[in-house]
C-alpha cells in the first residue's frame, strides 16, 4: 500500500469523513465542509507530504524535534497547521495519531465521541 492509499484508509476511518480534491490534491473534510487533512504530492515543492490540523503548540514542538520529517506548510502554517513528509521513513502508528489529533481539532464533540 502507498502513502496515499494508506493516508486515505486513516482518515476515512473517522466518523463522517468525505474526501475530494482541493487545489488539486486529495483532501478530507469533517462533514464535507471542514479541512482536516490535504495531501501533498510534490505540490509545492519535491516532496511527498500531508497537511494537518493540530493542536496548540504541536506544530513548532515536532518542527523543532525533527525537521526531517515536520515541517511548518505554507497558507496554513501560520495557524499551527502540521506538515508531515511521506517520502522518509514512516511511522504509521504516529502517522495514526498525528491524523486522529487533527480530526479532534476540526470534528464537532458528537462526532469526536464517535471515534474509534
Known sequence: MDALERLRAL???LPEVTERPSHGEPTWFVRGKKTFVMFADHHHDDRL???CAAPPGAQ???VAEDPERFFR???VGH???LGVYL???VDWAEVAEIVADAYRQIA???LIARMP
Open 60 to 62: 513548532a514542538e515536532l
Open 87 to 89: 517520502d522518509v521513513e
Open 49 to 51: 507530504a500531508f497537511w
Open 73 to 75: 506548510p505554507p497558507y
Open 11 to 13: 482518515c476515512l476511518a
Open 79 to 81: 495557524r499551527g497547521w
Open 108 to 110: 464537532p464533540k458528537p
